[in-house]
């Protein structure tokens, strides 16, 4: 049984280095800043005996993510973390700005070199899941929430997709493209087919559809139908030839081109912008489905979409039913910052920064 079923179970109350599966040369200092090294050994030598207290903050409304993988950091990774006193927040709750939503308390030498680590961690969780979470809200503007599937598989380093996955999971995503971005959270990735697909077979759209049904006969047919640049001809050949088999067909068309529905009908063009997956063709592509029957077949897009531009979309009910998102998702937004304000108790920080209790902080058990 994976640890995040566990969780929600109520049988643990944290992730641990079981799931996140850490590089063992953390422990060596190889993903430490140098001057967090230097300072452990001189610290070693010279304070042994004192403790210090260390606290991580942000600076704006978000959603928190990583809580569970820097603790399981600190507790993998630390001397003696079960000497660590540690309260957090959790992953999913909301934050402010300058909340405080983590601190620890023990040894500087103990744990100290961790803190570039911790706040990294916290940086990019929180930055996905906020991310998502504003997509996500944006995807109800209608009243109605649409599905939001997480494709940011293309847009980073591929070793970032179970975390990336798990922060996607936190704010609301659960439909992702890649199994390792359901690594952590226990199913599996989705999805059919690409452009690579109907490039094979010569751009026949249909043909690449009936050898993906065939292959995956299990599977929710859903139709890519930008390839020509004329989805809703090619929609209506896909719906023809599958009927009630077909769940769906996706536009993808870039925001460079001008689909050929509107070279066919340019007394429609003028008001709008006509480039890429744009309101009027999708407006005028379900038309077209539901017009020969098929209405079931839903709509899915994808292409450039951020939060600002579903909300749009919403906001003039373009009759979307799933948002592929990928890129706008990953964006940083988010920066956490670890400062020491205490020292033996008493409060003792750089100017401008100090000691920042918080009655909704838990405290963590080492285990």
């Given at each position: 049984?994976?640890?995040?079923?566990?969780?929600?179970?109520?049988?643990?109350?944290?992730?641990?280095?079981?799931?996140?599966?850490?590089?063992?040369?953390?422990?060596?200092?190889?993903?430490?800043?140098?001057y967090?090294?230097?300072?452990?050994?001189?610290?070693?030598?010279?304070?042994?005996?004192?403790?210090?207290?260390?606290?991580?903050?942000?600076?704006?409304?978000a959603?928190?993510?990583?809580?569970?993988?820097?603790?399981?950091?600190i507790?993998?990774?630390a001397?003696?973390?079960?000497?660590?006193?540690?309260?957090?927040?959790?992953?999913?709750?909301?934050?402010?700005?300058?909340?405080?939503?983590?601190?620890?308390?023990?040894?500087?030498?103990?744990?100290?070199?961790?803190?570039?680590?911790?706040?990294?961690?916290?940086?990019r969780?929180t930055?996905?899941?906020?991310?998502?979470y504003?997509?996500?809200?944006?995807a109800?503007?209608?009243g109605?929430?649409?599905?939001?599937?997480?494709?940011?598989?293309?847009?980073d380093?591929?070793?970032?997709?179970?975390?990336?996955?798990?922060?996607?999971?936190?704010?609301?995503s659960?439909?992702?493209?890649?199994?390792?971005?359901?690594?952590?959270?226990?199913?599996?990735?989705?999805?059919?087919m690409?452009?690579?697909?109907i490039?094979?077979?010569?751009?026949?759209?249909?043909?690449?559809s009936?050898?993906?049904?065939?292959?995956?006969?299990?599977?929710?047919?859903?139709?890519?139908?930008?390839?020509?640049?004329?989805?809703i001809?090619?929609?209506?050949?896909?719906?023809?030839?599958?009927?009630?088999?077909?769940?769906?067909?996706?536009?993808?068309?870039?925001?460079?081109?001008?689909?050929?529905?509107?070279?066919?009908?340019?007394?429609?063009?003028?008001?709008?912008?006509?480039?890429?997956?744009?309101?009027?063709?999708?407006?005028?592509?379900?038309k077209?489905?539901?017009?020969?029957?098929?209405?079931?077949?839903?709509?899915?897009?994808?292409?450039?979409?951020?939060?600002?531009?579903?909300?749009?979309?919403?906001?003039?009910?373009?009759?979307?039913?799933?948002?592929?998102?990928?890129?706008?998702?990953?964006?940083?937004?988010?920066?956490?910052t670890?400062?020491?304000?205490?020292?033996?108790?008493?409060?003792?920080?750089?100017?401008?920064?100090?000691?920042?209790?918080?009655?909704?902080?838990?405290?963590?058990?080492?285990?």
């Open positions: 049984m994976k640890e995040i079923e566990m969780k929600m179970k109520g049988e643990i109350k944290r992730l641990t280095n079981r799931t996140f599966k850490f590089d063992q040369r953390i422990k060596e200092g190889w993903f430490s800043a140098v967090f090294l230097k300072t452990k050994e001189i610290v070693e030598k010279s304070l042994p005996d004192n403790y210090v207290t260390m606290q991580f903050f942000q600076k704006r409304e959603v928190l993510c990583g809580s569970d993988e820097a603790i399981a950091l507790h993998t990774f001397e003696h973390p079960e000497q660590l006193e540690i309260h957090s927040l959790k992953d999913g709750d909301r934050i402010r700005p300058f909340e405080t939503v983590l601190t620890i308390t023990g040894p500087y030498q103990y744990f100290g070199f961790l803190e570039g680590m911790i706040d990294g961690i916290l940086s969780r930055s996905v899941a906020t991310n998502v504003n997509v996500v809200k944006a109800r503007t209608s109605k929430q649409k599905p939001v599937i997480f494709m940011g598989d293309r847009d380093h591929y070793t970032q997709q179970a975390g990336d996955g798990y922060a996607a999971y936190i704010a609301g659960t439909a992702q493209a890649t199994h390792a971005m359901n690594e952590w959270w226990g199913k599996e990735g989705m999805g059919t690409p452009h690579a697909l490039q094979m077979f010569q751009g026949d759209v249909v043909a690449a009936k050898a993906y049904y065939q292959q995956y006969p299990d599977d929710e047919l859903i139709a890519l139908v930008d390839y020509n640049n004329d989805v001809t090619d929609s209506l050949k896909v719906a023809r030839e599958f009927g009630e088999e077909l769940k769906g067909v996706r536009v993808d068309t870039s925001r460079t081109l001008v689909d050929k529905y509107f070279l066919r009908n340019q007394h429609l063009m003028g008001t709008f912008d006509p480039r890429g997956v744009n309101p009027e063709l999708i407006f005028a592509l379900r077209a489905l539901d017009a020969e029957g098929y209405n079931h077949v839903k709509i899915v897009v994808s292409g450039g979409f951020t939060e600002d531009r579903i909300r749009q979309f919403e906001e003039l009910r373009v009759p979307v039913d799933i948002y592929g998102v990928g890129s706008s998702l990953l964006k940083i937004n988010t920066s956490f670890g400062d020491n304000v205490l020292l033996n108790g008493k409060p003792e920080a750089k100017e401008g920064r100090r000691f920042r209790p918080n009655h909704r902080l838990e405290k963590v058990e080492y285990c």
